[in-house]
Every structure is written in C-alpha cells, then in structure tokens.
C-alpha cells in the first residue's frame, strides 16, 4: 500500500493514539472506569491511530482519496521537532 499519512496528520496520530490506548489500559488497570465498551473503543481507534500513523499507510485515506504524505514541509519547526522525537 502506498503511504498517504504524512505532516501533521501523521504528528496527530502519533500522538493521540498511544494517549489512547494509555487511557484505556488505565480504565482496564481500575484507575479510571469508562465502561467497557468506551474502553475497548478508545483502546481500538488508539491502536489504529498509532499503526497508521507509523506506517504511513492509512485505508481510509486511500477509501477517501486523501493524501497528506509529502507535507512535512508546511509544517513548522517546532511541528517538526515533535514529530522526529515520536519517530524516534
């Protein structure tokens, strides 16, 4: 598959993935109850965002015609700072 997740699409789901997935560990773990359902969504979309995010690749976006891989140029140099750290 080709990558289409790129620039700050690809910050966005690098970061809010594992703070969902980190959530949802938390509600299973009894430090914070969203229910079951909640937690296993926001444990599934987490998982995703992160895959698809290190990846490059997302089939939603191909579904879409959406292509943001290649737009790391608009982003700015503190966007870009934390998107190598994540990288990393």
């Known amino acids: 598959m080709e990558k289409n997740v790129g620039g700050l699409d690809q910050g966005i789901?690098?970061?809010?993935?594992p703070a969902l997935v980190v959530a949802a560990i938390a509600s299973m773990g009894g430090e914070r109850r969203l229910g079951?359902?909640?937690?296993?969504?926001?444990?599934a979309v987490g998982a995703?965002?992160?895959?698809?995010?290190l990846t490059q690749t997302c089939p939603a976006n191909s579904a879409?015609?959406?292509?943001?891989?290649?737009?790391?140029e608009d982003l700015g140099d503190a966007a870009r700072e934390v998107r190598e750290k994540a990288l990393q």
């Open 64 to 72: 879409m015609g959406r292509n943001t891989y290649g737009q790391s």
């Open 13 to 17: 789901r690098i970061t809010l993935g």
């Open 48 to 53: 995703m965002l992160t895959v698809t995010g």
């Open 36 to 43: 079951p359902a909640l937690t296993a969504a926001a444990f």
